[in-house]
């Protein structure tokens, strides 16, 4: 298995989402997140985009093995708190 298609699989768990769940966010069907974990098609990572907006999955984790699962928040703590 390619280290990408365990990682896919090592977010999904880690998230709480079915393969179904995935493939319903990702606009694949539940085969191909099948697939894409056992690394027998290659993954379009186009179709992983909503993931990191709605997950903040950091693709250079996903992709390259590199960094954290997810996004750091980078933000000061009272940004959001001070919008008007």
Do not use: H, S
């Not at 694949?28 to 027998?40: A, D, F, L, P």
């Not at 250079?60 to 980078?74: R, S």
Request: with cysteine.
């Amino acid at each position: 298995m390619p280290p990408i298609a365990g990682r896919l699989k090592e977010f999904r768990v880690a998230v709480g989402l079915t393969q179904r769940e995935l493939a319903a966010i990702c606009d694949v069907g539940k085969r191909t997140i099948i697939y894409w974990e056992m690394g027998q098609r290659e993954i379009n990572c186009n179709k992983l985009t909503p993931l990191a907006t709605e997950y903040d999955l950091n693709f250079n984790w996903l992709i390259l093995g590199l960094g954290t699962m997810f996004l750091e928040n980078n933000y000061p703590d009272d940004l959001l708190t001070n919008l008007p």
